[in-house]
Every structure is written in structure tokens, then in C-alpha cells.
């Protein structure tokens, strides 16, 4: 069995540990898992077992110098991304229960720098797609290579990893798919403040990319 290395790439709570699960399933099990990881620890696999790395909130020359990096030793790496509204609904929930301890003053600058790297043509996984489509979970499943043919199932576990989901903990493990992932922004909607931290080019980027337009 050939060892490999896999990288995945993101801001908190944007699907991240689920989507890791879900890969290392499908590609069979047996591999080591790394959370919180960061630059100095993407290296290709050794020890004889293959790894998967999920590497959080890198500033941007960081993140481009990673994924040089993966290119270079032939690792699997993308950079995932959710939809703005649920993403800062659900990074805010995580601040407020403390189950989230990356603090920044404005949140959506780095998820925009993000943004607009997958815009650019870098290889993204679009959370929100692989949360709902099936057909795109089956088409990302051949793209990797799956040895575990789930023929698009849905990812019904909800990791245990900082504390679950920011809403739901780990009360729907099991049943993810009941989870009102793509709603969260409904929490903070009423609040005229909240709905203006949304700016022109956040918006036209969460259009691009997600097919969201505004939602209120």
C-alpha cells in the first residue's frame, strides 16, 4: 500500500472536520488524522502510514507557501470554503460558546482572501455543495479515488472535535443531514449590524461561488 499525504485547508467552522472524515472513510480508514495544524507540519507522509492534515485560518503568504509545499511532495490538498452568511453565523455561535478560540476583529477579510483565491481558479471543495448535492459528493468521491463506494451518500457523523457543531453540538451525530447547516444566518438576520458587516465584494464573491444572492 502506497503511503499519501492529504491537506485540507479552510477557516473554523466551515465544514472542515466532517468533510476530514468523510475523506478518510472513503479512502478506506487507517489514516492518522492531525487537527490544528500549521505550516511547519505539512510534509509528506512517513512512518509508514498515511496522513490527513487540517490545517486552520493560515494568513494568506503562509497559506500559499502550504500549498507550494503539497505540490511538491504530490500531497492532495484544497482549500474549502463556506458560504459567508452561515460560515460567520456558525463562527459566531462557536466565539460565543467558546468552542471556538480563534478571535480576529473582522472575520470576513480572511474568508474574503480565502474567497477570491478559490474565484481565482486555486482547487476548492464548496462545503455547502458536498453538505447537500449528492452528485457532487459522488463526483469529488471519483476525483479522489474512493475505495469506499458510498455512490454520493450523505456524511451522516458530526465530529467530536471542538466541541461538534456550534449549534447543535454533537446532538444530531448520526443525523447531520437534519441540521439546518445552510439557515444559520437566520440567528443573527434581525440585526441591522450584523447584516451590514456584509460589504459589496463579499457579497458579489458569495454570488460567484456559492449562487447565493443576499438572503434578506
Known sequence: MSHRSCCQFGLPRSGLYAV???YVNGMGGGWQRHYGGGLDDVRPANNGVSCFLTVEALVQERLQRALDSCR???ATSWIQLRDPYNWLASLQCGLAKGTVIWRISDPLIPWKEYA??????ENWLNYNRW???TEYRRSLARDFGFVVDRDGDAWRGIPSWAGGSSFDGLRCDGRAQEM??????LAFAGDPAWRNRFDDETIALAERLFGLSRPW
Open 20 to 22: 476530514g472524515d468523510w
Open 72 to 74: 511538491s511532495f504530490g
Open 116 to 121: 477570491k483565491r478559490c474565484d481565482g481558479g
Open 131 to 133: 453538505f447537500r448535492q
Open 180 to 185: 439546518a447547516v445552510t439557515e444559520r444566518y
